[in-house]
C-alpha cells in the first residue's frame, strides 16, 4: 500500500480531488486534523499554529525559534500518521516532510486562475478583483514559505511525482489516475521503506519534545536509537543539558538508546592547549 500527499492552491479542487480518492481507495484522508493534534499535544493555541504556517513566513520569525518549533510539531504528527499507511494528505508541505519515502506519491494538483476566481466568487460573494487579489496573495504566500523554509519554490514541479491541471480533466478523472498509480508496484511499501517511515517518525517525536530547549539539534533513528547531530560539527552542550536531553529522549515511547554526535563543553575546557601562554 501507499501514502499520497496532494499540495494544492486555495479552489484548486485538490481537497475533493484528496477526500475522493481517499474514499474509492478507503485510505483515511488527513489535513487540518493534525493541526489539531499538534496544538492539543504540544499545548499550543490552534489558531497561533495556523497562523504560523500558513501566513507569509515572517509570521514565524514572531515567535522565538518559531519555524524549527512549529515546523517539528507538524511533522511529528503528520508522521504519526503515515506510519500507519493507506493515507492520502492534502495539505501543507507534505511533499517536504516525506520527500524521502519511496512508497510516497507526491501530487500537485492545479486550476486555471479563472476557474479559481470564479470558485472565490462564489464561495465569498466578492467581485472578481477581489477574489483574483486574495488568490494571488495566497500563492504568493505560500511560494514564500517554501522558499525560506526549505529553499525550494511549491510550484517547481521536480517536487512532484505528478502534477495534474484540472480542466481538461475532472475531478473524476484525476481520482481515476491517482487510485491506478497508487496500485502500481513502485509505490507499494516495502519493509525497507516502512522501516524509514519508522524511523523517521520516532525522529520527529524526539525532536519536537527538545525542540525548545535544543532548537539546533537535528534527531536521527535507528532501530530506535536516537542520534543527536548538528550541520556543521561546531556546536557544543552547555554543562547538564546533554543530560536534561537524554532524560526527555528516553521517555519518548520507542526509543531505546541515545548517541550524541555533539560535545559537550566539558570537553572543551579539559583541553589543553599548548600554545595559550605564547
Not at 177 to 190: D, E, G, N, R
Request: aromatic share 6%; with cysteine; glycine share 4%.
Amino acid at each position: 500500500m501507499s501514502i499520497i500527499t496532494i499540495s494544492r492552491g486555495s479552489y484548486s479542487r485538490g481537497r475533493e480531488v484528496a477526500e475522493k480518492l481517499a474514499q474509492k481507495l478507503g485510505y483515511e484522508c488527513i489535513s487540518r486534523d493534525i493541526l489539531l493534534e499538534a496544538s492539543d499535544e504540544f499545548n499550543i493555541p490552534e489558531i497561533r499554529l495556523i497562523r504560523a504556517l500558513h501566513d507569509a513566513p515572517t509570521v514565524l520569525e514572531r515567535f522565538h525559534y518559531g519555524k524549527e518549533r512549529y515546523l517539528s510539531y507538524l511533522k511529528s504528527s503528520l508522521l504519526q500518521h503515515v506510519q500507519k499507511d493507506n493515507v492520502v494528505y492534502h495539505g501543507l508541505a507534505g511533499q517536504y516532510f516525506l520527500k524521502d519515502i519511496p512508497h510516497v506519491i507526491k501530487v500537485r494538483i492545479i486550476a486555471d486562475m479563472e476557474d479559481r476566481v470564479e470558485e472565490e466568487m462564489k464561495r465569498e460573494n466578492i467581485s472578481a478583483e477581489k477574489a483574483l487579489y486574495v488568490l494571488k496573495k495566497d500563492d504568493e504566500e505560500r511560494r514564500k514559505w517554501g522558499l525560506q523554509v526549505y529553499g525550494t519554490d511549491t510550484w517547481d514541479s521536480r517536487l512532484y511525482d505528478m502534477v495534474l491541471r484540472v480542466k481538461s480533466l475532472s475531478v473524476d478523472d484525476v481520482v481515476g489516475i491517482l487510485s491506478q498509480t497508487a496500485h502500481l508496484a513502485t509505490f507499494q511499501a516495502t519493509e525497507k521503506s516502512l522501516k524509514m517511515v519508522n524511523d523517521l517518525a520516532l525522529a520527529c517525536r524526539v525532536q519536537a519534545k527538545i525542540v525548545q530547549i535544543a532548537p539546533s539539534i537535528t534527531v536521527t533513528a535507528n532501530d530506535g536509537v536516537i542520534s543527536f547531530n548538528n550541520a556543521d560539527g561546531k556546536m557544543v552542550l552547555a554543562p547538564g543539558l546533554l543530560s536534561e536531553l537524554v532524560a526527555i529522549s528516553k521517555k519518548v515511547e520507542g526509543v531505546r538508546d541515545v548517541i550524541s554526535n555533539i560535545r559537550p563543553a566539558s570537553e572543551l575546557r579539559d583541553h589543553v592547549n599548548p600554545y595559550h601562554n605564547i
